[in-house]
């Protein structure tokens, strides 16, 4: 049976989902925008509305679950300048950087001392707001950049690889989401490995091992 949190910490995620996807997708749609790609802009992609951004299932899973996503970007590599590939992976990688650098902002009231770790729940606080504030953009960031479809991280691999490797993996990219939920679902030591144990070693080095009570 699935334990859900409890109310303040429901109420912090849902502050900070908001806030986290809105920049994630947005940074998207900014960088598309950036590189000649008008489609983010036509859709209305290019605002801080987080109603143009959540997806309510991925939102409701990531808050009870631990994983979830946003409302996937629209995007015409065709219309980007430079090489298809390799400017649909800078638009891939403006998501989870986004995420990184929120974190990295937010380090910055643990080290000047204004607020502390929260590792448990408790009543609604700012130390617990910040907390996982810096918890949830680090899971984001490293969660998107697993390198299956439609992650972020399957993009940025495409940009790497030979081009005759990448049209043979395209076929797969159908069942990417399958793949996806098979590994969180049935795999999780994989998910660990890739996301969960490099979230702690970066909250570490931004907030430090003391604050984290290590």
Do not use: C
């Amino acid at each position: 049976m699935l334990n859900l949190p409890d109310v303040s910490i429901i109420i912090a995620r849902v502050v900070v989902l908001i806030i986290a996807f809105t920049v994630h997708e947005l940074s998207h749609a900014v960088t598309a925008d950036y590189l000649g790609d008008p489609t983010p802009r036509r859709m209305g992609r290019i605002t801080l509305n987080p109603l143009k951004h959540l997806d309510p299932i991925g939102t409701l899973l990531l808050i009870i679950a631990g994983f979830g996503w946003a409302k996937p970007v629209m995007i015409n590599p065709m219309n980007m300048r430079g090489n298809p590939r390799t400017s649909m992976a800078i638009v891939a990688a403006a998501g989870p950087i986004s995420n990184l650098l929120m974190a990295a902002i937010a380090a910055v009231f643990f080290r000047l001392g204004l607020v502390s770790f929260v590792q448990s729940s408790g009543a609604f606080s700012l130390s617990l707001l910040m907390s996982e504030f810096i918890w949830i953009n680090l899971i984001l960031a490293f969660f998107n950049l697993i390198p299956i479809p439609p992650l972020d991280g399957s993009k940025i691999l495409y940009a790497i690889l030979p081009s005759e490797l990448v049209y043979r993996l395209r076929p797969l990219e159908q069942f990417g989401f399958l793949i996806l939920m098979a590994v969180v679902f049935f795999v999780p030591a994989v998910l660990n490995v890739l996301v969960g144990l490099p979230a702690v070693a970066l909250l570490q080095l931004l907030i430090g091992g003391s604050s984290l009570g290590l």
